[in-house]
C-alpha cells in the first residue's frame, strides 16, 4: 500500500523527524486557509498523486497552467489560484504514464531556505532481508537514474538487526553526504526517527526526496514516500484507514 506525501510525513513527524509545516486541502477555499495559518512569504503548492516526477510533470488541461505539480508561490492569493487550476485536472508525469492521474487533494506547505537537496531512502533489501539506508547527494533525481550513470554516488549502509541503528551509522550516512557541523547532528536524529518509524510501522519503504539541508542547517524531508506491506497493516492502528479507496 502506499500512501501520500503529507500523510507520510505526518507519520514521520510522529517520530521526530523534521518536517516542515502544511496542510492538506480538497479545495481552493481550504488551500488558502492552509495557507494563512502557516509562515509566508514562501507557500509550496503540491498536488498529491501516487507517482513520481510531480514537478516537472505537466497537466493536460490547459486551464491547469504550464507549471507543473509543484509550485512555489509567494502568497495567499497564488496559493488559492494554483490550487484551483491543479484540483481536479489531470497530471502526467513520468510514472502515470500518458493517461495522468486526476489531481483530488493538494498539500500547501511552507517553503523553506534551499541551500543543497540529497536523497535518502531506507529498505528491506530482497536479497538478505536486511534493513538498508541508501543515501546520495544527487537529490531531486530520479534515483534510477543515478545508479545507472553515475554508481559511484550512490552510498548503501546495512543494519545489522541485532543492533538496530547505531550512531555510527548514521553519522556514515552523514559524511557521505557531505555534511558537516550542526548537519550531522541534525541527520542523524533524522535517521534515528526514520528508522523508529520504519521498524514500528513495518514499512517497506521510506524515500526522502529531495532531503533538503537549508541555510540554518536543518535537514528536512521535503517530500516523503512510504510503501507499506499489506499483510502487516492489521497491526498498524493509524495507518489502514490512510488507504485510498479512489485515489
Known amino acids: 500500500m502506499n500512501i501520500h506525501e503529507y500523510q507520510g510525513k ?42 513520481g516526477g510531480r514537478g516537472k510533470g505537466s497537466f493536460k488541461e490547459s486551464e491547469a497552467g504550464e507549471a507543473g505539480g509543484v509550485r512555489v508561490v509567494k502568497s495567499v492569493e497564488d496559493v488559492r489560484q494554483n490550487a484551483d487550476q491543479m484540483l481536479g485536472a489531470t497530471l502526467v508525469t513520468h510514472q502515470t504514464g500518458d493517461e495522468g492521474k486526476e489531481v483530488k487533494r493538494i498539500y500547501v506547505e511552507s517553503g523553506c531556505d534551499i541551500r543543497r537537496e540529497l536523497y535518502l531512502s531506507m529498505l528491506i533489501d530482497r536479497a538478505t532481508s536486511v534493513v538498508t539506508i541508501m543515501a546520495s547527494t544527487e537529490g531531486g533525481m530520479d534515483i534510477e537514474e543515478v545508479a545507472a550513470e553515475t554508481p559511484e554516488k550512490i552510498h548503501m549502509v546495512t543494519i545489522d538487526p541485532v543492533t538496530g541503528l547505531m550512531p555510527y551509522h548514521a553519522r556514515k550516512v552523514a559524511f557521505a553526504l557531505g555534511l558537516e557541523g550542526k548537519q550531522v547532528s541534525a541527520c542523524v536524529k533524522f535517521l ?40 502487516a ?10 488507504r485510498d479507496t479512489d485515489e
Not at 16 to 37: I, M
Not at 215 to 228: L, P, R, S, T
Not at 233 to 242: A, C, D, F, K, N
Open 192 to 231: 534515528v526517527g526514520m528508522y523508529k518509524a520504519f521498524t514500528d510501522l513495518d514499512v517497506s519503504l521510506v524515500e526522502i526526496n529531495p532531503l533538503v539541508v537549508t541555510g540554518d542547517d536543518q535537514v528536512i524531508a521535503f517530500d516523503a514516500k512510504m510503501h507499506f506491506d499489506d499483510n
Open 10 to 51: 505526518q507519520l514521520l513527524a510522529k517520530y521526530g523527524v523534521a518536517v516542515l509545516d502544511g496542510g492538506v486541502a480538497y479545495t481552493p477555499e481550504e488551500a488558502e486557509q492552509v495557507a494563512k495559518r502557516l509562515e509566508g512569504p514562501v507557500w509550496v503548492v503540491k498536488s498529491q498523486i501516487h507517482a
Open 233 to 242: 497493516l492489521y497491526r498498524q492502528e493509524g495507518v489502514e484507514e490512510m
